[in-house]
């Protein structure tokens, strides 16, 4: 379309969009828009009601990939929503310019709320708003997501029976506040008798250089009794889930295969990125226990930490 003519002589919309999107490289052109929106309330109308729908997918929503077939009916929904706005809000005689712009959300908002209909079907237009609206949430989610800092791939295929998820989780409750130390005490004797009392099997508390033990916490998973003990220093923790082995081999709890056999071939099994604090996690056997530290020190750091005083 040339942009060099006189605005009657193309579509006004397609002026507009080529305005708001910065192609009219004529400056004469831009002038005569700018003042068209100024002077003239039919288009002052139009350019404000496609200004909000760009708005709305350009300023509020970040980029996401959806299916076109999907893009185009939002967009040409949201464009009869639009259309039927500035129908019914054309310039009338006797209304002045200032009339029309002080009324303008108020004309929208009625046009928004009132029904449309998809094929015999009614429907208030508010109803698609909504539609609109969590799709957005969605997109913005699902790009948010992406961003995650968390890359391991156990972690991020994890089940709910996942060890490793299963500790992070409760990690992150934990140093929340979320969930309470149930047995506080810094002597690491009577923590393996509590969690021998109350949990059947012999816990796992190392005395960790530079870390104070602050205590324990017990729940049921699945019938499954769980260890949860906690060690501070400062603004760092560490945090050791405990549980028998025999989950693994009943199918209570899942670790990945791959693991293990990491554990078994040199010891431990150890990560970073697996939250988006790039916490360090390590797995170890112990006996007829099973281990998952979780801890907000760096993985060299936590490497030294393991091979001194926890393995």
């Known amino acids: 379309m ?19 999107d910065n192609q009219i490289s004529d400056p004469d052109l831009i002038k005569q828009v700018e003042d068209m929106i100024k002077n003239d309330v039919r288009f002052y109308n139009k350019y404000h009601a496609e200004l909000l729908t760009k708005k709305l997918f350009n300023s509020r929503i970040k980029e996401a990939e959806l299916p076109r077939e999907t893009y185009l009916k939002v ?21 002045s310019a200032q009339e029309y712009r002080k009324n303008f959300w108020e004309s929208l908002i009625y046009s ?4 449309v209909r998809f094929g015999r079907v009614p429907v ?14 969605s997109a913005f989610y699902f790009y948010n997501s992406k961003e995650s800092r968390i890359k391991n ?5 994890g089940t709910e029976k996942s060890i490793m998820v299963l500790a992070l989780n409760s990690f992150h409750k934990i140093i929340s506040g979320d969930v309470k130390l149930d047995y506080n005490s810094s002597n690491g004797a009577e923590i393996e008798r509590y969690v021998k009392e109350k949990a059947d ?11 104070n033990l602050q205590g324990c916490m017990l729940n049921d998973y699945n019938g499954r009794k769980l260890a949860h003990i906690v060690y501070v220093s400062g603004d760092d923790y560490i ?3 405990q549980t028998r082995m025999d989950a693994i081999t009943r199918h209570e709890l899942d670790l990945p295969d791959p693991v293990q056999n990491e554990i078994i071939k040199t010891k431990y099994y150890m990560c970073d990125e697996v939250d988006d604090n790039n916490c ?5 056997f112990k006996d007829n226990v099973v281990c998952a530290s979780m801890t907000t020190m760096p993985k060299q750091k936590m490497v030294n930490t393991f091979n001194t005083c926890i393995k």
């Open 2 to 20: 040339p942009m060099g003519l006189n605005t009657t002589a193309f579509n006004s919309d397609e002026l507009i969009t080529s305005y708001i």
């Open 124 to 137: 208030p237009r508010y109803a698609f708003s909504v539609f609109v609206l969590l799709m957005a949430a």
């Open 75 to 95: 967009t040409n929904s949201i464009n009869f929503l639009a259309e039927k706005h500035r129908e019914n809000y054309a310039l009338k005689p006797g209304y």
């Open 201 to 211: 099997f012999q816990a796992y508390v190392p005395c960790i250089k530079d870390y």
């Open 112 to 115: 928004i709320s009132a029904p």
């Open 239 to 241: 945090y050791i889930f």
């Open 280 to 284: 360090t996690m390590t797995l170890w």
């Open 153 to 157: 791939p156990y972690v991020l295929a």
